[in-house]
Nanobody, 115 residues
Framework: QVQLVESGGDLVQPGGSLRLSCAASGIAFGIYTMNWYRQAPGKQRELVAILTSGSSTAYADSVKGRFTISRDNAKNTVYLQMNSLKPEDTAVYYC?????????WGQGTQVTVSS
């Protein structure tokens, strides 16, 4: 059974930082591209960051220079370090494991940026 479990979401003030984690089980983690998506109320889900099995990364323009995606294959975990948070970063953040033929999703973790 495949499971992706996100954690680390919280309420944080503008300018603050959070680190999200996504622990995977039931998949050969090291061969998957790991992605972080987010969905704000009333908006479509958007891709935030990509990390391939070969360690290539890509980011949405809105988070470049502020967010960093990383992975620890020994722990089957992907992280999203979020710095200089803005109110517009408020959303539910989802972890996604993308394979050649299958894609898996976590349940999401809420990030709220507000003073």
């Amino acid at each position: 059974q495949v499971q992706l479990v996100e954690s680390g979401g919280d309420l944080v003030q503008p300018g603050g930082s959070l680190r999200l984690s996504c622990a995977a089980s039931g998949i050969a983690f090291g061969i998957y591209t790991m992605n972080w998506y987010r969905q704000a109320p009333g908006k479509q889900r958007e891709l935030v960051a990509i990390l391939t099995s070969g360690s290539s990364t890509a980011y949405a323009d809105s988070v470049k220079g502020r967010f960093t995606i990383s992975r620890d294959n020994a722990k089957n975990t992907v992280y999203l370090q979020m710095n200089s948070l803005k109110p517009e970063d408020t959303a539910v953040y989802y972890c996604n494991a993308e394979g050649r033929t299958r894609s898996y999703w976590g349940q999401g973790t809420q990030v709220t940026v507000s003073s």
